[in-house]
């Protein structure tokens, strides 16, 4: 399986991806030196193209500047290596013990929502109260089925008007934020990737474009919480929940790399009661 797309959708060369990583680390040629254990002669050598590195040059330099695993491989790939770092589906039965963790995971978050999706917020994996809260701001009947295969994007779910966002009180304050995990992606993976496609679809739905354009500078001085609310309005209930991001630590895998698991927790009493009186133990 192809682990990552061709090189020149990314940088012309691992030259040019050295370059690009080093200065979006902010690390000065000596630092890099320094801290690789590599002479800054060297360095400036494969930058300029006049030095080819070793296989596991690049995969020190990916440690020392924290590359994602995607594109260690693409830098590989721009070296005229093999990608070192496999990308499996989630279902693979190489995977299972990552998916029992996971589902363990998200049954512990219970009565409150958590779903699991990919670096492109593609969902992976959602527990029920998570289903059953995308299924009332849907108006979708009880026993509909929540595609989990990477067919529903949570990011178009939340910001498209005809979505989730017309129930959401606050979406400009929570599409700033959404939008800063996907503008990440796209930064990385360069022009012509998924992320960038996925952000530029994104930036086309209404007022989206506006937002992101204004920066939507988080007012830390009326703030009463120290997080982003999310406050939903539907059918005369107010839910005002927070969220947390995880990630799994320290993988081999593409795919587990870019896991992310986002449990949402209630932000008041009132939210708190209706999560348990529909999906645990009321009181």
């Known amino acids: 399986m192809n682990t990552a797309a061709a090189p020149d959708q990314y940088f012309s060369d691992f030259a040019a991806a050295l370059r690009y990583w080093r200065g979006k680390r902010g690390y000065s040629q000596l630092r890099l030196s320094t801290e690789g254990e590599i002479s800054q002669r060297h360095i400036s050598f494969l930058e300029s193209g006049r030095s080819q590195p070793s296989k596991e040059l690049i995969l020190k330099l990916g440690m020392v500047l924290e590359i994602p695993l995607r594109q260690r491989n693409v830098m590989l790939l721009a070296a005229g290596f093999a990608p070192a770092y496999q990308e499996r589906k989630l279902s693979d039965p190489e995977l299972d013990a990552v998916r029992q963790a996971l589902d363990f995971m998200l049954a512990q978050q219970a009565p409150y929502p958590a779903l699991v999706v990919d670096r492109l917020w593609n969902l992976a994996m959602a527990n029920v109260p998570a289903a059953g809260l995308m299924r009332w701001l849907l108006g979708l009947p009880a026993d509909a089925a929540v595609p989990t295969d990477g067919s529903l994007n949570v990011l178009k779910l939340m910001l498209d008007p005809a979505g989730v966002r017309r129930h959401l009180h606050n979406w400009r304050e929570v599409a700033a934020d959404l939008l800063h995990w996907i503008q990440r992606e796209a930064m990385s993976d360069g022009p012509g990737s998924e992320a960038t496609a996925l952000l530029n679809e994104l930036l086309a739905l209404p007022g989206i474009a506006d937002v992101a354009g204004k920066g939507a500078a988080p007012n830390l001085d009326r703030r009463a ?14 839910l005002n929940l927070f969220t947390t991001i995880a990630t799994l630590g320290t993988p081999h895998d593409v795919t587990v790399h870019e896991l992310r698991v986002e449990s949402f927790f209630p932000a008041d009493a009132a939210s708190a009661e209706w999560f348990r009186a529909r999906y645990g133990l009321a009181g």
Do not use: Y
């Not at 919480?225 to 107010?238: C, H, M, Y």
């Open 225 to 238: 919480l120290p997080f982003l609310p999310v406050t939903i309005r539907k059918d005369g209930v107010e």
